[in-house]
């Protein structure tokens, strides 16, 4: 029942995570911080960024795309810069 259990807890840690998301959090603080967990790093930045509805879908996928990332890029593939550019974009929202 471990392994249930386990799956749970990711399961739970991961819709946490993505319905947390908030314009005025310290986003490079928390994308730094997940991308070192094993049970977040794999999430995609675009669902992560659009799952609650504050931000575009549309306009995420573009803004993504003129950074040379795509909506697949997952937050364990961005680097220091990635991060900073996501965030100057979402203080201009």
Partial sequence: MTLI???ETI??????FLNDFDLKSDL???LK????NNNLNSI????????T?????????RFLESIQLSEKTTINQLSDKNINDI???????
């Fill in 5 to 7: 259990t386990d799956i």
């Fill in 11 to 16: 399961k739970t840690e991961r819709y946490n």
């Fill in 28 to 30: 490079i603080l928390i």
């Fill in 33 to 36: 911080k997940a991308s070192k």
């Fill in 44 to 51: 995609r930045v675009h669902k992560y960024l659009t799952s």
């Fill in 53 to 61: 509805g504050l931000v575009g879908k549309v306009i995420t996928a």
């Fill in 87 to 93: 965030a100057t974009f979402l203080k201009q929202i």
